[in-house]
């Protein structure tokens, strides 16, 4: 008995052959997917695709904002990301009046946050359309219903890097 299943496993691995499974075919990407999260953030798709925002309501020729890179915390660059969102139209109203208490122009307002991140020592740099190296530019965070000035850290094309401690609404005025 034991030679006969030994002879059958033998003939087994001898004659064997791969059984290949059908093909696997990839979906085409469903895009009404990604439109139902974009509107799920109040955001159009290509802001929600590109973690941006480009329009809000009541303000016209806002520049685009996104976060530019990776989140520098500790002094180290991160593959954390700032996410980008949305404010209402009050929180827009204010910063457009704490731009003019300071002599300003509004060039974006913004929540940032950054899920389940360790902001210690944190940077974000972001991208803003229209601004030049070298130009004044001034960030300030909404505390408490307060305007408290943000730490600039460098300007240049299209790119204003900043201390970022905490989840706020913040307002770059140039």
């Known amino acids: 008995m034991k030679k006969f299943l030994a002879l059958g496993f033998a003939l087994a691995l001898t004659f064997s052959t791969t059984v290949c499974a059908a093909e696997t075919v990839v979906p085409a990407k469903d895009f009404s997917k990604i439109e139902t999260l974009s509107d799920t953030a109040v955001k159009a798709l290509p802001e929600y695709t590109s973690n941006a925002v480009s329009e809000m309501d009541g303000v ?41 208490q300071v002599g300003g122009t509004m060039l974006a307002v913004a929540e940032l946050s950054a899920p389940g991140v360790n902001l210690v020592d944190a940077q974000v740099a972001l991208t803003i359309e229209g601004v030049a190296a070298g130009d004044t530019v001034s960030v300030y965070k909404s505390v408490k219903g307060e305007w408290t000035a943000v730490d600039v850290v460098a300007v240049a094309e299209n790119t204003v890097t900043i201390k970022f401690d905490s989840k706020g609404i913040y307002t770059v005025i140039k």
Request: glycine share 4%.
């Open 60 to 100: 016209r020729d806002l520049p685009a904002i996104a976060s530019a890179s990776n989140l520098v915390t500790e002094g180290k660059e991160t593959n954390a990301t700032c996410v980008v969102d949305k404010v209402d139209v009050a929180a827009i109203r204010y910063a457009q009046q704490k731009a003019g």
